[in-house]
T-cell receptor
């Protein structure tokens, strides 16, 4: 069983829809939670960053973390064709400041927003 | 500010050969991490370097190795290539301060092994 499981998709939604992307994890040592976005033929880029349970909002994007259920989500409101990409959840332990670059990623969800 | 630069972008090798990939991090970033991305396994952590020292290593065989130079530039090497090594190899840099997990990725080196 993988440490991080991501709803595989793919997802295809009309422009303006609300999108929900989800990941579950089994390692309770994960402290930092991220969503990366990867466009075709590009490297991933950080979209959202959280480290506590609750919601964090940034424009049309909301990241939600529930540590008790080991569950994180990303919501995209008013989705646009430019949001079409692969979305990857990622998690980090970084116990004692020993790692800044070791992440465990979900498999990724391919999202297509059609006009 | 220039981003993370990876070279070469594309390369084709045959089984048994070896390959060296290069990564130049963002100026001022002292940590470099390497990832392998495949359709089947997704993004998997290879190793992380800071101040020329390997700080963490993923679950990959010893054929995969890396190093970091005093200017923070990094290389990774794969020896005795296998077909399964075909993948996108991504390099990411971070300042080794601030937010753990906040990485800046390059566009990757796509390796095809025939």
């Amino acid at each position: 069983q993988k440490e991080v499981e991501q709803d595989p998709g793919p997802l295809s939604v009309p422009e303006g829809a609300i999108v929900s992307l989800n990941c579950t994890y089994s390692n309770s040592a994960f402290q930092y939670f991220m969503w990366y976005r990867q466009y075709s033929r590009k490297g991933p880029e950080l979209l959202m960053y959280t480290y506590s349970s609750g919601n964090k909002e940034d424009g049309r994007f909301t990241a939600q973390v529930d540590k008790s259920s080991k569950y994180i989500s990303l919501f995209i409101r008013d989705s646009q064709p430019s949001d079409s990409a692969t979305y990857l959840c990622a998690m980090s332990v970084n116990a004692g400041g020993t790692s800044y670059g070791k992440l465990t990623f979900g498999q990724g969800t391919i999202l297509t927003v059609h006009p | 500010k220039a981003g993370v630069t990876q070279t070469p972008r594309y390369l084709i090798k045959t089984r048994g050969q070896q390959v060296t990939l290069s990564c130049s991090p963002i100026s001022g970033h002292r940590s470099v991490s390497w990832y392998q991305q495949t359709p089947g396994q997704g993004l998997q952590f290879l190793f992380e370097y800071f101040s020329e020292t390997q700080r963490n290593k993923g679950n990959f065989p010893g054929r995969f190795s890396g190093r970091q130079f005093s200017n923070s530039r990094s290389e990774m090497n794969v020896s005795t290539l296998e077909l399964g090594d075909s993948a996108l190899y991504l390099c990411a840099s971070s300042p080794w301060t601030g937010r753990p997990g906040e990485l800046f990725f390059g566009e990757g080196s796509r390796l095809t092994v025939l």
